[in-house]
């Protein structure tokens, strides 16, 4: 990564945009914004929800562009108070959002200001981690690509993605009779129902073990209840679970699935989203993976993702647009030390020039 996009990446990490702050991820979107037209690159601003979306073309005019790249520029909450101080150490940056996604993010800038002339576009946008629906809404405003969109945000040794499970988001809902916690016999305890509804749930679900199983999952993710004090035996008790699903259309069978094996009826949908599938035997997919074979010395292999990018809100609108997840080599999101490997992006940008041509 050439000096001044490392400059520009400590910039973005400095902003600390976590995704609730919308002022802090705003300020991160200027930052990209005044960066990508002082280096000739078209940048077209969306506001949405208030957040400021940017749509960067190398194309003089219009939405769309042969290759569509995605990165987002918000981040999760910070571990410690100075994680948003970006720090060089042997070859890697350490910061929240080196890897995920701040610096992916820097590394498309790096491809779009490199190859001007070029059908290539970006979606910067501001809201990934939360659900990505600044995603979806460019999309729906018809920014798009019509050869191929390369996600990056994931990094896989010597391979790409090109498959992501979906992702349903449920409430189960016991129902019982509230009453003083003094007399429990008098009340049914919804809590006590919830309980004993997931431990079937639990039980008969059984989970993969493995990346290697492709398989649903469901997990816990938390529970409310109508309780008002420590005394009171609540009426209702919820649990959230988070499920990541294999084929799509499956969202009311696994409704029912999870009916059945709690034996509770008040089970709803929250929000969902599709899951992602690219033939591996597309020219695109292909073209990239000769590429970086030729760049790498090594075979780029296919791996399929438990996770979620924004590459579920295109497969959903364009479901027959090749996609390939890739990433600069990272580690440890989310944590502490965060960090982004700053010779491995140099890689990728070579080979996403090239899949240009």
Excluded at 219 to 232: D, E, F, K, L, Q
Excluded at 265 to 282: G, M, R, T, Y
Aim: glycine share 8%; aromatic share 6%; proline share 4%.
């Amino acid at each position: 990564m050439k000096q001044e996009f490392i400059e520009l990446l400590k910039q973005l990490i400095a902003c600390a945009p976590v995704s609730a702050d919308i002022p802090a991820v705003n300020r991160a979107s200027a930052i990209m914004e005044d960066f990508l037209r002082s280096h000739g690159v078209r940048v077209v601003r969306e506001v949405i929800d208030g957040r400021n979306t940017l749509y960067a073309s190398l194309l003089p005019e219009g939405k769309e562009t042969a290759v569509l790249f995605n990165a987002h520029l918000d981040v999760v909450p910070l571990s410690t108070p100075d994680q948003n101080q970006a720090v060089i150490q042997n070859g890697r940056l350490y910061g929240r959002g080196a890897g995920d996604c701040l610096g992916q993010a820097v590394v498309i800038a790096q491809i779009l200001c490199a190859n001007p002339g070029k059908s290539a576009a970006a979606i910067f946008t501001t809201n990934e981690e939360i659900g990505g629906s600044t995603t979806a809404e460019m999309l729906k405003r018809g920014y798009r690509g019509t050869r191929g969109a390369i996600i990056l945000d994931a990094w896989f040794e010597n391979a790409v993605a090109c498959a992501e499970k979906g992702m349903m988001d449920v409430q189960i809902t016991a129902h019982g009779k509230g009453g003083h916690a003094a007399h429990p016999w008098e009340a049914i305890n919804a809590i006590d129902l919830l309980m004993e509804g997931y431990r079937k749930l639990h039980l008969a679900w059984q989970n993969p073990t493995s990346e290697a199983n492709w398989e649903d999952t469901v997990a816990a993710t938390g529970i409310t209840c109508s309780s008002t004090a420590h005394n009171v035996i609540p009426e209702t008790a919820s649990l959230c679970c988070n499920i990541r699903f294999v084929q799509p259309g499956t969202e009311a069978e696994i409704i029912k699935k999870i009916q059945t094996l709690t034996g509770l009826d008040d089970v709803k949908l929250l929000n969902s989203c599709v899951p992602v599938f690219c033939n591996e035997e597309n020219e695109f997919l292909q073209s990239y993976r000769r590429i970086a074979k030729k760049i790498t010395g090594q075979e780029c292999g296919i791996q399929r993702m438990h996770g979620a990018t924004d590459a579920r809100h295109i497969a959903a609108l364009y479901p027959e647009l090749p996609i390939v997840v890739t990433g600069a080599h990272h580690g440890n999101i989310h944590n502490t030390d965060e960090w982004l490997d700053l010779d491995d992006t140099d890689t990728i940008i070579r080979i996403c020039s090239e899949v240009l041509e």
